[in-house]
């Protein structure tokens, strides 16, 4: 009688991380079923898996993941820095793009009531393609979600009886993911074809900019 043993070979992986700013990632993690490294001072990693090829998932908690395909040869990765300058990202893939500030006005009067719209000549926004959309939020002002309707208006304000203000505007719910440090998080929404304004807020309200304005951030998605 013949028996017939297969055993896996073992396929040895060096490779390196480094930062898309230059320099090697220390403490970086590679992540394969029954195959995990950790990159040392310089950024170097060996480790030995008994399959290939192979799927990395590489992580830092200072870096965006990244997704790697091994076949054979050295494995070099290259992450890019998580931001810590104040302000609102969108991550799309392997890059971070800053949200900048938009101008938005208030047009209208207490007996009419106040209506919020994006400046016409504004800065175009960052775009991004719809479905679950990916936010890091380093924390410089509280801020709301809504949806820009074709006249570039977002926000409303009216007087419910006479004694208080009112608005039928609704904001569009975002979610933490997870938390990097105080004041520093992931944040997911779900976001379907069209133009957003993140609005800053305080205390149910627009924020006013020193400019005499309001502060708001355009998004658009398509």
Do not use: K
């Not at 990395?56 to 810590?84: C, Q």
Request: hydrophobic share 40%; with cysteine; proline share 8%.
């Amino acid at each position: 009688m013949l028996l017939l043993v297969l055993v896996g070979c073992a396929h040895p992986i060096e490779g390196v991380v480094t930062s898309s700013t230059g320099g090697p990632v220390v403490g970086a993690q590679l992540a394969s079923p029954g195959c995990d490294a950790v990159t040392g001072d310089d950024g170097r990693f060996t480790v030995q898996c008994d399959d290939a090829p192979r799927t990395f998932l590489v992580s830092h908690p200072a870096y965006l993941g990244a997704r790697v395909d091994w076949i054979a040869g050295p494995l070099e990765t290259v992450l890019t820095p998580i931001p810590t300058d104040p302000g609102v990202y969108v991550a799309e893939g392997a890059s971070l793009t800053l949200l900048a500030p938009v101008a938005m006005q208030r047009t209208g009067d207490d007996t009419a009531g106040w209506r919020f719209c994006l400046a016409a000549d504004g800065p175009a926004g960052a775009s991004v393609p719809p479905g679950d959309v990916r936010l890091l939020d380093n924390h410089d002002v509280d801020w709301r979600l809504f949806p820009v309707g074709a006249d570039g208006c977002m926000y409303t304000l009216q007087h419910g009886n006479g004694e208080w203000w009112t608005s039928p505007s609704t904001a569009i719910l975002v979610t933490r993911s997870s938390e990097l440090a105080a004041g520093r998080s992931w944040l997911q929404v779900h976001l379907e074809v069209g133009e957003y304004a993140l609005v800053d807020w305080y205390a149910g309200s627009p924020v006013p900019t020193r400019g005499g304005g309001y502060g708001a951030r355009r998004l658009v998605v398509r």
